[in-house]
């Protein structure tokens, strides 16, 4: 089944924060963060929400895929932090675009693995074929869910969005993917949600900010990337040297290191552009594929593996020939 890469784009909000900045907001220093996550920088959205992001993000990519809105079947937007919980992001992306009024259009919300997970969906979506083009972002601002008095996880967040148009013409194919997800009793990453306003309701108040078990999350991330690569090859037959391009959901450098170094590939095969973005969690796929094509590193007929992991907890894989 086709599955073609048409268009991506991304965008970033215009305020950067060096890790100096960071250092003024909490006690910590470039050395440590650096050192600890390969980031060095992050933009935080100080004017714009999530959907302004996803609507610049989404501009860019129909451009890059010489298409129109009225052109799309579908918009989904992966996010943990929509702009409200309705009308959805996907549903202001449609109207700023002036979209069609007979698509389907909504968030998902599969945390760092959202974009993955979307993939999934828009290439169940495209075998239909009753959907020719689907535009899939993923976007978020983490920066209004971040605890700024905690070191440990403000650090690595990062607002931003990337887009891609997804179409079932063309050369490009789907080639494996699998979604995951894992019990979590412990829920070691958590964002908030809608806070309780009714008197009648005596939930347990829930912190207001994100939360994470650093430690438990890196153990995580490291299994599951290992278990999907090694799927992919027992259900295959091929592995990551028949591949072009892995990019890794932009966590941390040495998880991805990590990953490059036990299955013997150059650091190059693993697209990495988390020093300038941080974790900016289901848009980091997305943005990372946009700086691939930009830099002329994206030719016909190679083939990526996608791979995103994150809170749920989730995770999943999808490889493509583009
Ligand atoms: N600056 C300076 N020191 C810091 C710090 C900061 N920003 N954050 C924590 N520290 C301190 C800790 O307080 C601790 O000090 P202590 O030993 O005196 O208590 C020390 O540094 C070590 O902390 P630790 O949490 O053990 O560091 P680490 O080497 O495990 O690295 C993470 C922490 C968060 C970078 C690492 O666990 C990680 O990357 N986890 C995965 C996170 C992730 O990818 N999440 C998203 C998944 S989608």
């Given amino acids: 089944m086709s599955f073609t890469l048409k268009g991506m784009g991304s965008y970033l909000p215009s305020a950067t924060f060096t890790n100096d900045d960071m250092a003024k907001i909490v006690d910590t220093n470039h050395e440590w963060i650096h050192s600890r996550s390969g980031i060095s920088s992050r933009h935080f959205a100080t004017e714009e929400n999530t959907h302004d992001l996803a609507i610049q993000a989404a501009k860019i990519a129909l451009t890059d895929a010489n298409l129109n809105a009225v052109d799309l079947d ?40 959202g974009f993955v997970y979307g993939l999934e969906t828009a290439n169940a979506l495209l075998s239909t074929g009753k959907y020719k083009h689907i535009l899939l972002i993923g976007a978020e601002v983490i920066s209004k869910v971040l605890d700024f008095s905690d070191r440990r996880t403000c650090i690595l967040f990062g607002d931003g969005a990337g887009a891609v148009v997804l179409s079932n013409t063309g050369e490009g194919r789907s080639l494996w993917s699998k979604t995951y997800r894992k019990f979590d009793a412990k829920c070691s990453l958590f964002a908030p949600g809608v806070p309780v306003n009714n008197p009648l309701v005596s939930h347990e108040a829930q912190p207001q900010k994100v939360q994470m078990d650093g430690t438990a999350i890196f153990q995580f991330a490291i299994e599951a990337i290992q278990r999907a690569i090694k799927e992919f090859t027992q259900e295959t037959g091929m592995t990551l040297d028949d591949l072009d391009h892995v990019v890794l959901h932009q966590a941390n450098q040495r998880i991805t290191s990590y990953i490059a170094k036990t299955f013997k590939q150059t650091d190059e095969k693993f697209v990495s552009v988390i020093e300038d973005i941080g974790n900016t969690s289901a848009a980091s796929i997305p943005i990372a594929l946009t700086a691939l094509k930009r830099d002329n590193r994206l030719h016909p007929g190679q083939k990526i593996m996608m791979i995103g992991f994150g809170a749920g907890l989730t995770y999943g894989a999808f490889v493509l020939s583009v």
Avoid at 85 to 112: F, K, M, Q, W
Wanted: with cysteine; proline share 5%; net charge negative.
């Fill in 74 to 113: 579908a918009i989904l937007v992966a996010t943990f932090t929509p702009s409200e919980i309705t009308p959805s992001v996907a549903c202001r992306v449609a109207d700023a675009l002036e979209a069609r009024d007979d698509i389907l259009a909504y968030d998902l919300n599969g945390a760092c693995s």
